[in-house]
């Protein structure tokens, strides 16, 4: 099956600066990778996603880059602010053979007013 | 996006009684839910997937007769925890989805504690 590791497992950075969070998979069948926030007490929201056809994808100050060579992909955050706190997941899946999604360990951003 | 609720939000409970959460969206026809346990600091794990008009699927190590599973309608969906104990307390989210669509929606969660 899938599996999916993420990196850092924890993230502090100062207020005004970049985070970056990776994943990597291990099946190249994978197509959509989609990243969620989850805030203390709360279910996974999702942030952002990914399709396999894509390398690149932004929203405002989140952005997603996806190397399918390298099987890999990343979450970019600029400009951070305190509400980014929170701990993020990324996940894989192949939408041809089921629904199954695959998450990573998450990691848990901390952002320093 | 989808919204889906979880009922209740968080339930404390007596070891040994049972315990049954449920998960319902107003605006989103589910052919697939997903159940997910989480413990503190830790990752989702999967317990079961149910799609519509079959048995759930229960990943390895979850109890099916334990962990009670019903996918009443494409908008409603019940898990049952039979028998609690105090190491079945956890955060426990479902997640809908369709067949042919990429996204998928989770729930707030519900906080489950057997004393």
């Known amino acids: 099956g899938e599996n999916v590791e993420q990196h850092p497992s924890t993230l502090s950075v100062q207020e005004g600066d970049s985070a970056v969070i990776k994943c990597t998979y291990s099946?190249?069948?994978?197509?959509?990778f989609p990243w969620y926030k989850q805030e203390l007490g709360k279910g996974p929201q999702l942030i952002i996603d990914?399709?396999?056809?894509?390398g690149e994808k932004k929203d405002q100050r989140i952005a997603v880059t996806l190397n399918k060579t390298a099987k890999h992909f990343s979450l970019h955050i600029t400009e951070t602010q305190p509400e980014d706190s929170a701990v993020y997941f990324c996940?894989?899946?192949?939408?041809?053979?089921?629904?199954?999604?695959?998450f990573g360990t998450g990691t848990s951003l901390t952002v320093i007013p | 996006g989808a919204v889906v609720s979880q009922h209740p939000s968080w339930v404390i409970c007596k070891s040994g009684t049972s315990v049954k959460i449920e998960c319902r969206s107003l605006?989103?026809?589910?052919?697939?839910m997903f159940w997910y346990r989480q413990f503190p600091k830790q990752s989702l794990m999967l317990m079961a997937t149910?799609?519509?008009?079959?048995?759930?699927?229960?990943e390895q190590g979850v109890e099916k007769d334990k962990f009670l599973i019903n996918h009443a309608s494409l908008t409603l969906s019940t898990l049952t925890v039979t028998s609690a104990h105090p190491e079945d307390s956890s955060f426990y989210i479902c997640?809908?989805?369709?067949?042919?669509?990429?996204?998928?929606?989770f729930g707030p969660g519900t906080r489950l504690t057997v004393l």
């Open positions: 099946d190249s069948a994978s197509n959509y």
């Open positions: 996940a894989a899946t192949n939408r041809m053979t089921g629904n199954q999604f695959y």
């Open positions: 605006d989103f026809q589910a052919t697939t």
């Open positions: 997640m809908m989805g369709r067949s042919g669509a990429d996204t998928q929606y």
């Open positions: 149910s799609n519509e008009g079959s048995k759930a699927t229960y």
């Open positions: 990914i399709r396999s056809n894509v």
